[in-house]
């Protein structure tokens, strides 16, 4: 899952891709009303049961991103978190193969560092436990 508004990511391994554990994933992650767009998977289909909107993009006739309301935006679209996945996908290349046992905690740490947006000389201080710079007083 991917905000739009909060462009926050959330990953998860999952042993299964079914409609059951999607629709607890979206349950978790997401509030009642709140609008997911995706492709046209067949699990995804229940989504307005779960009182969440659900708006679609067919791939197989090659559509990509659509404008629904008409103001000239393709609101329409699942390309940013296929992005995200792309990006998953080529960070674990590097690794040259990574045993499952150890696929959640790399999923983990990518998504912490896709969430973090911004590192500051602050932030990277504080990761090994160096307290901040403070001004002196003159």
Same mark, same amino acid.
């Given at each position: 899952m991917v905000g739009r508004e909060s462009d926050q990511v959330r990953l998860?391994?999952?042993?299964?891709?079914?409609?059951?554990?999607?629709?607890?994933g979206v349950d978790r992650t997401t509030l009642e009303g709140t609008m997911v767009y995706t492709d046209e998977w067949r699990a995804y289909g229940r989504l307005p049961t779960m009182k969440r909107r659900h708006a679609t993009v067919c791939h197989a006739d090659r559509q990509w991103a659509r404008d629904d309301d008409g @103001?000239? *935006?393709?609101? %329409?679209?699942?390309?940013? +978190?296929?992005?995200?996945?792309?990006g998953l996908r080529n960070d674990l290349r590097t690794f040259r193969g990574v045993s499952k046992h150890f696929l959640a905690q790399y999923v983990a740490m990518f998504q912490w560092? @896709?969430? *973090?947006?911004? %590192?500051?000389?602050?932030? +990277?201080?504080?990761l090994p436990g160096i307290a901040p710079f403070t001004k002196s007083a003159s």
């Open positions: 998860e391994v999952v042993a299964h891709s079914d409609r059951e554990t999607l629709e607890d @103001d000239g *935006i393709r609101e %329409v679209h699942d390309n940013t +978190l296929e992005g995200i996945w792309t560092s @896709d969430n *973090i947006k911004a %590192v500051t000389a602050e932030f +990277l201080r504080t």
